[in-house]
C-alpha cells in the first residue's frame, strides 16, 4: 500500500452527514408519531433507522476506500487514533 508521502489527506465534502440528519429526523419523527398513536408513525420510523444504516455503512466503506487506496498517511493515522482517544477519555469522564 503506497502512502501519500508529506501531506495531510483532507477528504472532500461528504453527503453523508446530510443523510445522516434525514435518518434522524424520521427516526424521532416517527417515534415520536408511533407515540402518539398516528398510524404513519411505524413506517416513518423504520425509514429513518433504514437511512440511519445506510450512512454507517456508506461512511465506514468510503474511509475504509480511501485508507486502501493509500490516501492516508502516518500522521492521519496518528489523528484517527488520537481522536478516538480523546472520544473514550471523554466518556469516561
Known amino acids: 500500500m503506497a502512502q501519500t508521502e508529506g ?3 483532507v477528504p472532500h465534502g461528504s453527503h453523508w452527514p446530510i443523510v445522516g440528519s434525514f435518518g434522524l ?3 424521532l ?3 415520536a408519531l408511533w407515540l402518539d ?3 404513519i408513525g411505524k413506517p416513518i420510523m423504520a ?3 433504514a437511512l440511519l444504516l445506510v450512512m454507517i455503512f456508506g461512511w465506514f466503506r468510503t ?3 480511501e485508507s486502501v ?3 492516508y498517511n502516518k500522521q492521519v493515522d496518528v489523528s484517527f487514533r488520537m481522536g ?3 472520544f473514550i477519555f471523554s466518556e469516561i469522564m
Do not use: C, K, N, Q
Open 25 to 27: 429526523l424520521g427516526t
Open 47 to 49: 425509514i429513518g433507522v
Open 37 to 39: 398513536e398516528v398510524d
Open 84 to 86: 478516538m482517544l480523546w
Open 63 to 65: 474511509v475504509i476506500h
Open 29 to 31: 419523527g416517527g417515534a
Open 7 to 9: 501531506a495531510y489527506y
Open 69 to 71: 487506496a493509500g490516501l
